[in-house]
């Protein structure tokens, strides 16, 4: 069964803190996403890459930076984390730029204090 | 740039109604893709529409595309509670990426 594997399922943060999230696939994926999901706010892409060393801004990069340097890991990474960054995040990867469904990770609840 | 717009945002029904969300774009799409995301989980993919005026069926869930691939619906038929959850329509930007509408949640009364 393919899979995306986010490392914690419940992150707590202080402000300030730099915070890495890891996301892992093992399907041999192209392209990888970050969203963030807010009540009433839907999916929010951060960043995507879809190639490894590439990456692109999604519509809410600001706070946000990312890392590929291997083909099945994808990083997120909050420099200095602030509360309004608490959010849940979701990795997501796919096999085809056009026509691939999305396959998710089960999320990391991000909690900053 | 390209917009995605979900309606209603909620829909609680009486178990047994039915239930349909729509998907509307201000451009042509090329493709358009249901997901399904339960409380608590994560979105799982349900089903790609390619072709005009496509409409495909899983069980009680029938999903269509329009004829100008502008719009599309996704209609449960006799609601049941394990339908409950958060449907999302997504389109392809023609960037590498998806562009996800904004999600109806379904709330399923017993």
């Known amino acids: 069964d393919v899979k995306v594997t986010q490392s914690s399922r419940y992150l707590v943060k202080r402000t300030g803190e730099k915070v890495f999230l890891e996301c892992v696939q093992d399907?041999?994926?192209?392209?990888m996403f970050w969203y963030r999901q807010d009540p009433g706010l839907g999916l929010r892409l951060i960043y995507f890459s879809y190639d490894v060393k590439m990456k692109e801004k999604g519509d809410i990069p600001e706070g946000y930076s990312v890392s590929r340097e291997k083909k099945e890991r994808f990083s997120l990474i909050l420099e200095s984390a602030s509360t309004n960054q608490t959010s849940m995040y979701l990795c997501?990867?796919?096999?085809?730029?056009?026509?691939?469904?999305?396959?998710f990770g089960s999320g990391t609840r991000l909690t900053v204090v | 740039g390209q917009q995605v717009m979900q309606i209603p945002q909620y829909q609680h029904v009486q178990e047994g109604e039915d239930f349909t969300t729509y998907c509307n774009s201000s451009?042509?799409?090329?493709?358009i893709q249901w997901y399904k995301q339960r409380p608590g989980g994560h979105p799982v993919f349900l089903i790609q529409l390619v072709k005009s005026g496509e409409v495909k069926k899983q069980k009680r869930l029938t999903f269509q595309f329009g004829e100008a691939k502008k719009n599309s619906s996704l209609h449960i038929t006799a609601t049941q509670t394990t339908d409950v959850g958060t449907y999302f329509c997504a389109v392809y930007s023609g960037t590498y990426k998806y562009i996800f509408g904004t999600g109806t949640r379904l709330k399923v009364l017993a």
């Open positions: 451009t042509t799409l090329s493709n």
């Open positions: 399907m041999d994926h192209e392209n």
């Open positions: 997501a990867s796919s096999p085809d730029v056009a026509v691939g469904s999305y396959t």
